[in-house]
T-cell receptor, first 115, second 112 residues
Framework: DVKVTQSSRYLVKRTGEKVFLECVQD?????MFWYRQDPGLGLRLIYF???????EKGDIPEGYSVSREKKERFSLILESASTNQTSMYLC??????????????FGDGTRLSIL | AQSVTQLGSHVSVSEGALVLLRCNYS??????LFWYVQYPNQGLQLLLK??????LVKGINGFEAEFKKSETSFHLTKPSAHMSDAAEYFC??????????FGSGTRLQVQP
């Protein structure tokens, strides 16, 4: 079974802090994703990566950056946290085998509060 | 650009009743379609995925979904609801096999 592990379930930070959210997958997946989940809005894609050191912006990248130095690890960085970044953050990974419907596997999420 | 619409942010059914959760998509190419379920304080779990092999797709926990190209729909059904089905359900579409676009979710409540 695929395991996607997010380093923290709950995190409380202050406005202006630099925040790191870590995600690790154990199945050698090429693709990794960061979403944020807000009530009534579903999941919105922040960034994704299809290879080491490669990244692409999703729908809402403003205020975020990412890092993928190793295949199994994908980090989300809030450069200067703001209260409107209080949300649930979900990491996912998937195997890419060309244009097929490989599903994404999700971690349990990090509930981030910015005070 | 692709998009997903889930009609009804909340659906309530009685235990034993039919569950029907609606999903309509727009995509410029033949899509990849998925349903995910999220239980409280957990991540998303895959319920089922559409493959072009069959229009009726069976998933876990007795759920199934029917792909109707003419209606651009992929509705999720279950003949008989259980209390344990109470959760939030998300429909998702991909047109490139990589990133997913999610609907806004439907919270299913099951009444005893």
């Amino acid at each position: 079974d695929v395991k996607v592990t997010q380093s923290s379930r709950y995190l409380v930070k202050r406005t202006g802090e630099k925040v790191f959210l870590e995600c690790v997958q154990d199945m050698d997946h090429e693709n990794m994703f960061w979403y944020r989940q807000d009530p009534g809005l579903g999941l919105r894609l922040i960034y994704f990566s299809y290879d080491v050191k490669m990244k692409e912006k999703g729908d809402i990248p403003e205020g975020y950056s990412v890092s993928r130095e190793k295949k199994e690890r994908f980090s989300l960085i809030l450069e200067s946290a703001s209260t409107n970044q209080t949300s649930m953050y979900l990491c996912a990974s998937s195997l890419y085998t060309g244009p097929t419907n490989q599903p994404q596997h999700f971690g349990d999420g990090t509930r981030l509060s910015i005070l | 650009a692709q998009s997903v619409t889930q009609l009804g942010s909340h659906v309530s059914v009685s235990e034993g009743a039919l569950v029907l959760l609606r999903c309509n998509y727009s995509s410029s190419v033949p899509p990849y379609l998925f349903w995910y379920v999220q239980y409280p304080n957990q991540g998303l779990q895959l319920l089922l995925k559409y493959t072009s092999a069959a229009t009726l797709v069976k998933g876990i926990n007795g759920f199934e979904a029917e792909f109707k190209k003419s209606e651009t729909s992929f509705h999720l059904t279950k003949p008989s609801a259980h209390m344990s089905d109470a959760a939030e359900y998300f429909c998702a579409v991909s047109d490139n096999g990589r990133a997913l676009t999610f609907g806004s979710g439907t919270r299913l409540q099951v009444q005893p």
